[in-house]
């Protein structure tokens, strides 16, 4: 039985790049997957236990990412209205930046609906089965299979309209 320490260490990068696909900012990410952690090492004796410790703290990333963007939304509506557009911060490296077509991929990605969103960074980026998925988001297999589906539609409609994709 593996100890909380060592499954931490192995999956804080996949928890971390979970976080930062749903919640898109590198400072929320980080402590989305700090509260994770924190929660799992309270809970450690209880995870340690399990078959698949990974899959509990991905779980527990994708449902504190999900609280997180709540909790934001609620907060940031008039924020929002308010805000300059993105056009105004354009310095040379964020132009290389946003030409790059993984930066692309990325700010398309954000324009998917959550579990879309989710569903594709787990599949995509961390190479997890359906099955993995569906314990991960709580969702069924076959809801992960449509998710899935309409997600990688609507990013290949997004890159069609952008001109990224011929």
Sequence with gaps: MPHFTTIATTVRDRLYRL???????????????????ISGWQRRQEIEALDNPPAWL????HNRAIDRLRSRKVRTTNERAAAPSDQSDLTPHR?????DTLGHIHRLMQQLPTDQRSVLQLREVEGLTYQEIAITTGLTVDQV???????R????????QENILE
Excluded: C, I, N
């Design 19 to 37: 976080a930062l696909r749903m919640v898109g900012d590198d400072g929320e990410a980080e402590d989305v997957v700090q509260e994770v952690l």
């Design 95 to 99: 132009l290389v930046e946003t030409a």
């Design 145 to 151: 299979k449509v998710y899935l589906h309409r997600g």
């Design 153 to 160: 539609s609507k990013l290949r409609q997004l890159l069609l």
């Design 58 to 61: 991905l779980k527990m990333t």
